[in-house]
């Protein structure tokens, strides 16, 4: 039995390292938000309504059809319905039918309804694909600043690295009498700012992790990682295309204007509905009724079938005047339509904005990372010089110092212009229309 309890112990132990070990992809993350995110999941039961509303329109093609029972006594002057004239008695008796009616023409709006609940289901369906479009981009826009931050935390300890060998280095050629004092204290004073700066650095990668994880709903914030991977610069052509040509596409896929479309299709239709108050209603209907009474000698059976009785007809309803109301909802629904026509234009304008600024963003942010490698290149040699000057005691402490920090910002402002250039041009490839789950980084 303890080998067992032992056993047990052993498999839970590792089932939860590993589940602490575990380090998310981008995929998984992307994933993972789109099935858990709140917003979404409100998204779909928007979606879900659409179909009931879309049933109930289709419902209204069908006949009513609903059925009555009542039952009594009466103790006193009462009416014999079997009779038809006034009694003193008790008497029990018991009633019951069945109607039917069926809306012949009611000014096509049964149709129209029908067409509202399908241009309301598209609407849903657009919001939804926004909304996921937004989210991947949340989420790989947290997902490469923890990358970013663990660049540059790595690239802060790698050269601390190198100033404690400096520090160790340069001890010994004071002792040799090589280099002054002060040249050891000026190397223990970049060390102590440059832990500064790892403490910084650890904090804004915790920061960012916990950023994510919220965003993903993830609560264990202490063992949220994501896995090191290595994000390349993946162009797949569209940053180099004319910008009229990614506005027309992001005008024909984008979901901004795909639901302002949708809203003035809707409105058209709530038109409609309202111009159709203006017909006259037409309906068929059928009725079939019959009654018992404990006064008559004849059985249940046999009064329920002599005293059944049938209707049936057509009912017609002109409006003629009702307060001006038809024409009053005519009215405003052609204010809606109206408002919904500019804000269709409006959505227009706001997307070629957008999609201007990102196709000057995309263009601005390559130009940066071109010439942060640039630069980065200048520094490294500039580096270098200054640090083989200073291991043979050509150059003072200070002045490595300052090479090296210039180092390092370099180093640290090509991780920045990279990912941020990456963001940039998944941002460009959602505007000319690249689904976001087919993102490549």
């Known amino acids: 039995m303890n080998k067992i309890a032992a056993l047990l112990f052993l498999f839970f132990v590792g089932f939860t390292i590993?589940?602490?070990?575990?380090?998310?992809?981008?995929?998984?993350?992307?994933?993972?938000?789109?099935?858990?995110?709140?917003?979404?999941?409100?998204?779909?039961?928007?979606?879900?309504?659409?179909?009931?509303?879309?049933?109930?329109?289709?419902?209204?093609?069908?006949?009513?059809?609903?059925?009555?029972?009542?039952?009594?006594?009466?103790?006193?002057?009462?009416?014999?319905?079997?009779?038809?004239?006034?009694?003193?008695?008790?008497?029990?008796?018991?009633?019951?039918?069945?109607?039917?009616?069926?809306?012949?023409?009611?000014?096509?709006?049964?149709?129209?309804?029908?067409?509202?609940?399908?241009?309301?289901?598209?609407?849903?369906?657009?919001?939804?694909?926004?909304?996921?479009?937004?989210?991947?981009?949340?989420?790989?826009?947290?997902?490469?600043?923890?990358?970013?931050?663990?660049?540059?935390?790595?690239?802060?300890?790698?050269?601390?690295?190198?100033?404690?060998?400096?520090?160790?280095?340069?001890?010994?050629?004071?002792?040799?009498?090589?280099?002054?004092?002060?040249?050891?204290?000026?190397?223990?004073?970049?060390?102590?700012?440059?832990?500064?700066?790892?403490?910084?650095?650890?904090?804004?990668?915790?920061?960012?992790?916990?950023?994510?994880?919220?965003?993903?709903?993830?609560?264990?914030?202490?063992?949220?990682?994501?896995?090191?991977?290595?994000?390349?610069?993946?162009?797949?052509?569209?940053?180099?295309?004319?910008?009229?040509?990614?506005?027309?596409?992001?005008?024909?896929?984008?979901?901004?204007?795909?639901?302002?479309?949708?809203?003035?299709?809707?409105?058209?239709?709530?038109?409609?509905?309202?111009r159709g108050a203006y017909y006259p209603t037409l309906s068929a209907f059928f009725g079939y009724d019959t009654r018992y009474a404990d006064a008559d000698p004849l059985d249940f059976i046999d009064q329920l079938y002599l005293n059944d009785g049938i209707n049936y007809g057509l009912s017609l309803n002109v409006p003629i005047l009702n307060g001006l109301s038809v024409r009053n909802n005519v009215q405003r629904s052609k204010v809606g339509l109206l408002r919904n026509q500019y804000q269709l234009e409006q959505a227009k304008l706001d997307l070629e904005s957008n999609v201007y600024q990102a196709y000057v963003d995309v263009k601005g942010s390559y130009k940066s990372y071109e010439a942060a490698q640039a630069a980065l290149e200048s520094q490294e040699l500039a580096y270098q010089y200054a640090k083989d000057r200073y291991d043979v005691g050509l150059t003072n402490a200070f002045d490595f110092s300052q090479s090296k920090l210039r180092y390092d910002n370099t180093q640290i402002e090509v991780n920045r212009a990279k990912y941020d250039y990456i963001f940039k041009l998944k941002v460009l490839e959602l505007y000319f229309g690249v689904p976001a789950t087919e993102l490549k980084f």
């Open 18 to 274: 590993t589940a602490q070990s575990k380090k998310w992809t981008l995929k998984e993350c992307v994933q993972h938000a789109l099935e858990n995110n709140i917003s979404i999941k409100q998204s779909a039961l928007d979606m879900e309504l659409a179909d009931i509303d879309k049933r109930d329109a289709n419902g209204n093609f069908l006949p009513t059809l609903n059925a009555n029972a009542s039952t009594s006594k009466n103790t006193g002057l009462s009416f014999n319905p079997v009779t038809g004239n006034a009694e003193t008695t008790t008497l029990f008796s018991v009633s019951g039918g069945i109607n039917a009616r069926y809306t012949i023409f009611n000014g096509l709006n049964n149709f129209r309804q029908v067409q509202r609940a399908e241009i309301s289901k598209l609407a849903s369906q657009y919001r939804m694909s926004k909304m996921e479009d937004d989210i991947t981009l949340f989420v790989a826009n947290g997902y490469l600043q923890i990358l970013l931050n663990k660049e540059n935390l790595k690239v802060i300890a790698a050269q601390n690295k190198v100033t404690l060998e400096q520090i160790e280095r340069t001890n010994q050629l004071v002792d040799a009498g090589v280099l002054p004092r002060g040249d050891l204290l000026e190397i223990k004073a970049s060390n102590a700012s440059e832990l500064q700066q790892i403490a910084i650095a650890e904090n804004a990668l915790i920061i960012s992790k916990i950023g994510l994880a919220q965003l993903l709903l993830i609560q264990d914030y202490a063992n949220f990682d994501i896995a090191d991977e290595e994000f390349t610069i993946i162009d797949e052509g569209i940053s180099s295309k004319n910008v009229s040509e990614i506005i027309s596409e992001a005008k024909e896929n984008r979901s901004e204007v795909k639901i302002a479309e949708k809203n003035v299709e809707l409105a058209e239709k709530e038109v409609q509905l309202a």
